[in-house]
């Protein structure tokens, strides 16, 4: 015992060790204190950033399915008077199979990169991801306005959806991160609001810019309008998510901190080898890491992965997702010609822009608003989910069965109305059903499986449907009936048993991120009210 007294008395380790030490686990109520000195950020400043990130995003999808980006191909009639084609279509000569791949291509590479990106952030800062995908976006779509031909677009748009994928697995988790507790769907809503507020505007500005400029200027503006926020994500302070923890006090306490234990030993035996041991150590150490670091990855992707899928409730709120999607992934592209061809509308872009920005906007954040009204808990997301589903299907297949313009236009405005509140609900349960640290993963999966079985399939299998039939009326009929079995299976979430997961990863952090400085927004500012009792205790 004296020995070991002795040992520890010449082996006091440096102050700059024992800060690290100190700072390796924090509890999160010390968290809250470590205040940045300089910190643009607030909450409601970042939901208002990735709120235009978002409608920009799908500005970008609604101008190409618009008549003046999209345009028609050229026709000839039996007398031999032919008329060019507009558009992308005309340019290229697309058919509409090859025009519903288009609108389908960026989601390759959104499917692709979703699951790398949400995997990255457990090593790499999320915030710094975001910036990446962004540029990956802003030169696609610059790109996009240089191609020449069918391949060349549909590449440009597989990048398209690259770029786009670091953003939509993160900023939801950051979202939920920093919204107060109270108006945590409300939140969401808002965030989700700029889907169908995106697309409406898209169909108005793709019609306008298309129209008077052409289509390639329509990627051009894009392009120049997502740049500042692509330089955003390199320059500003990175944020930290919840469930993942710096991992700077990891990295500077692997060497340094068997470095004073060498130097204890060394100290005790009258030696001076540390130096020699301390380099041993590091080659060790660091080819070491370096040899697992990719297999540690691979495998706690799969764990991951297996977690997701064997949760009923993720599984049944992303099926239910994936049968919506179909339906409004092919209401998004077709909708203006389907309007166009059934009750010829002379402005289609504008007239369904016009609807789906209004029923965007108030049915999105009514259904947010509402759930927080219930108390948003998992069961009630549910039944808002089936209850809204059900009634707008019904009150959208009415509407096309109407052969009166008007007629159709009020029943489809409720319908999409109840439709859209689903929005905030839908991506509550796909953040709180799974741990913090999953939460990233989750919205990556989730956003794979709605494209690849839901809005990759259905824009062209719905154009070969309308190739094969050749009557609108139809064909939206047929679409329009499968928004009720995505209420049916909502409503069985309601029985399950489901456990609001916010909170497990409070006490034990052990996911990693690189990154400097950074906290969720919420801490920093409740830390400056919490820091001096807190250092008070300390000291």
Known sequence: MAQDENLRVKSKPSPELTTTSQSMEPPMSKISTMIPTTSWFTPKRLLAIFCVINLLNYLDRGAIASNGVNGSRGTCTEDGTCTSGTGIQGDFNLNNFEDGVLSSAFLVGLLVACPIFASLAKSVNPFRLIGVGLSVWTLATLCCGLSFNFWSISVCRMLVGFGEASFISLAAPFIDDNAPVAQKTAWLAIFYMCIPTGYALGYVYGGLVGSYFGWRYAFWVESVLMLPFAISGFFMNPLQLKGFVSADSEKALAPETVSSEVQVTDASNGKDESLSLKEEFSHSYFRSKSTTKIFDQFSRF???????????????NVLGYIAYNFVIGAYSYWGPKAGYNIYHMTDADLIFGGITIFCGIVGTLAGGFVLDFMTNTLSNAFKLLSVTTFIGAAFCFGAFLFRSMYGFLALFSIGELLVFATQGPVNYVCLRCVKPSL??????????????????????????????????????????????PAAGIWFIGIFLRSVDRFNEDNEHQVSTVESSDTMPLLQEMTGETSASPAQSQEC
């Open 302 to 316: 799969l764990n991951d992965m297996k977690e997701l899928l064997l949760d009923e409730v993720y599984v049944v």
């Open 439 to 484: 939460r990233p993963l989750s919205m990556a999966l989730s956003t794979v499986a709605i494209h690849v079985f839901g809005d990759v399939p259905s824009s062209p299998l719905v154009g070969v449907l309308q190739d094969n039939i050749n009557n609108w009326r139809t064909t939206a009929l047929i679409l329009t009936a499968i928004l009720f």
